[in-house]
C-alpha cells in the first residue's frame, strides 16, 4: 500500500503569518475625534468633560488636548492645521502621516510635553530630544506619566485628563522656572 506524500502547507502558513504580521502594524483607528464637533472646540471646559467617556483618544483629540495645556487655548480649525502647528513645534515628525482619527500613542504626548515643560532630561533625553520612548521615562520618572508603559501605547480619555492634572500641578510646584507658565 502506497501512502500519499504529506502535503507542504508552508506557502499558506507563510503567507497567513505575514498577513498578521501586517495587520498588527497598522495604527489601530479610533472612531471620529470629539474636536469634530464645533462645540466642543470652542468650549473648553466641554471637551475635557467629553474626554471622560472615551475609551481611546485619537491624535486629533490629542492635539487639541496638547495645545490647551501648552498654550492655555487651542484655536486651529482642523486636524490638518494641529498637525502643522505640532511639526513646526516639533512634537511630530516632518513625515509623521497618521491621520484624525487614529489612535494616540503615550509617545506623542510624551514628546510634545518634553518640549514645552522645562523637565529636567536624563542623558538619552538630552542626546535624542525627540524619541518618544525616552520622553516618557523622563516625565514618568517626574511623576507626570504612568510608570512601565511603552511609549506606544494608547490611552483613554480619563487617563489624558489624570495626565493633565498631573502637569498643572507640575507647573504649580515649580512656577519659578523659566518656560514652566503659571
Not at 36 to 41: D, G, I, N, P, S
Not at 147 to 156: G, I, V, W
Not at 166 to 172: F, H, L, S, V
Amino acid at each position: 500500500m502506497r501512502s500519499e506524500p504529506p502535503r507542504r502547507r508552508t506557502p499558506r502558513l507563510a503567507l497567513a503569518v505575514l498577513a498578521c504580521g501586517l495587520a498588527g502594524c497598522a495604527t489601530p483607528r479610533v472612531g471620529p475625534p470629539l474636536v469634530a464637533q464645533t462645540a466642543l472646540v470652542r468650549d473648553e471646559l466641554a471637551f475635557w468633560q467629553s474626554l471622560e467617556g472615551v475609551r481611546r483618544v485619537t491624535a486629533d483629540d490629542a492635539l487639541h488636548a496638547l495645545f490647551l495645556l501648552a498654550d492655555g487655548r487651542a484655536d486651529h480649525a482642523s486636524f490638518a492645521a494641529r498637525r502643522a502647528k505640532a511639526i513646526e513645534r516639533g512634537w511630530l515628525a516632518a513625515d509623521d502621516a497618521r491621520a484624525a482619527d487614529d489612535a494616540a500613542s503615550l509617545g506623542l504626548l510624551a514628546v510634545a510635553v518634553c518640549r514645552f515643560l522645562p523637565v529636567e532630561r536624563g542623558v538619552t533625553g538630552l542626546l535624542f530630544p525627540g524619541q518618544p520612548r525616552g520622553c516618557v521615562r523622563d516625565l514618568a520618572f517626574h511623576g507626570l506619566l504612568p510608570r512601565d508603559r511603552p511609549a506606544d501605547s494608547p490611552f483613554d480619555g480619563l487617563e489624558l485628563i489624570e495626565m493633565a492634572g498631573r502637569i498643572e500641578d507640575w507647573r504649580t510646584a515649580h512656577a519659578g522656572l523659566p518656560g514652566a507658565g503659571s
